[in-house]
Nanobody
Framework: QVQLVESGGGLVQAGDSLRLSCAASGRTFSGYRMAWFRQAPGKEREFVAAVVWSGGSTRYADSVKGRFTIFRDNAKGAVFLQMNSLKPEDTAVYYC?????????????????WGQGTQVTVSS
């Protein structure tokens, strides 16, 4: 049974940094694409960043390019999202997701497994 467990959220001020973690278990994730999505109050869930477990290629939403970095640690079985220069508009619940294929659409509907989410709040 695949499990994704996020942690690391919290309340920070604009300009601060946070690192989110996603502990992935239940199978080997070779060939998977791992991603972070977020959902702000009253808004639809949106793509933030993705990384291919094998090879490590990455992709980012334009709104976070240059500020966020996604990376995985094979030994720990975890995916991380390093968030720097946080802005109030980054406030959202952040979700970790896994897709069984490394190629294809980045739509949230293409992801097979989801974590429960972790709240990130950025005050101005």
């Amino acid at each position: 049974q695949v499990q994704l467990v996020e942690s690391g959220g919290g309340l920070v001020q604009a300009g601060d940094s946070l690192r989110l973690s996603c502990a992935a278990s239940g199978r080997t994730f070779s060939g998977y694409r791992m991603a972070w999505f977020r959902q702000a109050p009253g808004k639809e869930r949106e793509f933030v960043a993705a990384v291919v477990w094998s090879g490590g290629s990455t992709r980012y939403a334009d709104s976070v390019k240059g500020r966020f970095t996604i990376f995985r640690d094979n030994a720990k079985g975890a995916v991380f999202l390093q968030m720097n220069s946080l802005k109030p508009e980054d406030t959202a619940v952040y979700y970790c997701a896994a897709r069984r294929w490394s190629s294809g659409s980045y739509s949230e509907y293409e992801y097979d497994y989801w974590g429960q989410g972790t709240q990130v709040t950025v005050s101005s």
